[in-house]
């Protein structure tokens, strides 16, 4: 059977462990997988580099994407995913603190499937969190098993 995980790209300590919270709530932790900059998010996603023993073909349900990342940014990352024939239908969530119209336009253009902007207080991002773990581990068919 298929493991079901989320990647979370997070570079932020403070909401890396926020979100790990929040899906603590719903027992999704152990489903979770995180890596901190673009590059790092790349590497895992095709198994290269420091993933490189890790099989490729395992996708996560969903990456859960920031946009302000190190090294390379969240669109230039949604941008390869979707290059790339193994990970173009890979369901993207774009989880950043980005309102910028530009940037919603953006993430929708280069093919993210949704995009929610991190509320600034502890309890609505948890529930936001958990809805999305909820959705994406449990309801959402995907087309890559």
Do not use: C
């Not at 890979?90 to 253009?109: G, K, N, Q």
Request: proline share 5%; charged share 30%.
């Amino acid at each position: 059977m298929r493991k079901k995980y989320i990647l979370l790209v997070e570079d932020n300590p403070d909401d890396e462990e926020l979100t790990i919270r929040a899906l603590r709530k719903n027992n999704l932790v152990n489903n979770v997988e995180v890596v901190r900059d673009g590059v790092e998010a790349l590497d895992f996603l095709f198994g290269e580099g420091q993933y490189a023993d890790r099989d490729s073909r395992e996708t996560p349900e969903v990456v859960l994407l920031d946009l302000k990342l190190p090294k390379l940014n969240g669109l230039e990352v949604l941008e390869r995913i979707r290059a790339n024939a193994p990970t173009r239908l890979l369901p993207v969530v774009v989880l950043t603190s980005s309102s910028e119209e530009e940037d919603i336009i953006a993430s929708f253009t280069l093919g993210a499937n949704s995009y929610v902007r991190k509320p600034v207080n502890f309890t609505s991002f948890s529930e936001a969190v958990q809805h999305l773990g909820l959705y994406w581990l449990l309801l959402n068919e995907s087309p890559l098993r």
